[in-house]
Structures are given as structure tokens and as C-alpha cells.
């Protein structure tokens, strides 16, 4: 699978735990984050990501924020970007089997890096249950 991650300074360990992890299984990674702790701005990290998702060139994306939320904020103004906030492997699940989301939103000072690492592989290996909830997801995006 291809997968594209963007971080700013809250997250550059936890963005490399999950390359390791990633990469470990054979997935290809497209990395936009930074690896400095240093003040970014989290949407120069977050718009490649929602890009590469809208494009066709990342299958699922990954974006990494302190919060999680203005990360978020930031790859859903693309269409077709369904980012969803998780802070446990539960709500990861759900957001890929009820909401089709295809990028998984991480607030890294509210989570640990295991748990982390077990959201995203949920996130990952959870498939669209599609059926009743295929009609929900048609109308999120704006016409």
C-alpha cells in the first residue's frame, strides 16, 4: 500500500515510529513531515499529504499535529479527503468503516506512540463496510 505522512514539531517520533512500522510491512511511505521539534506550520506538511490522497498517489495518508485537529482541518478543505481525529484504535476503526475516511489524524500530545502504532494498523487493515453508510459518505462533500 502507498501512504503519505506529514507532521509538524509535535510529532517527528511518533512519525518515525510508524515509517519503521510501515515500511517493516512493506508498504511504500511518501514522507512530508519534518523531523525537527522546531516551530512549522502543520498545513505545509498537511496539503502534500491530502494531495497525494486526492490524486490517486497515496492510497491513505497519516498527518500528525500536537492536537490533531488543525492538521485535520487543514487536509479536509481537499475534496474527496475524509480525515478523521482518532485518539484510540476503536475510533480508527470506525472512521474507516463507517466513514470511508482515507486519512487517519493524530493529536501526539494526547496519545502514546504503542497506541498510536495500533491506530494506525487498524486504520490500515480496516476496510469500508459501505451498504447504509455509503449514502452518508456521498453527502459530506459539498456539490
Known sequence: MK??????????????????????KG????????DSVDSVDYPDFGHPVATDVTEGK??????ICGSGNGIAMTVNKHAQVRAALCWTKEIAVL?????????????????????VLEMVEAFITTDFEGGRHQNRVNKIACQ
Open 3 to 24: 501512504i503519505s505522512i506529514g507532521n509538524d514539531h509535535a510529532g517527528p517520533d511518533y512519525k518515525k515510529a510508524i515509517v519503521e512500522m510501515l515500511i517493516a
Open 95 to 115: 472512521a474507516r468503516q463507517h466513514n470511508n475516511a482515507n486519512i487517519i489524524s493524530i493529536p501526539a500530545r494526547f496519545t502514546s506512540i504503542p497506541q
Open 58 to 63: 497515496a492510497d491513505l495518508g497519516i498527518v
Open 27 to 34: 508498504h511504500q511511505i511518501t514522507n512530508y513531515g519534518t
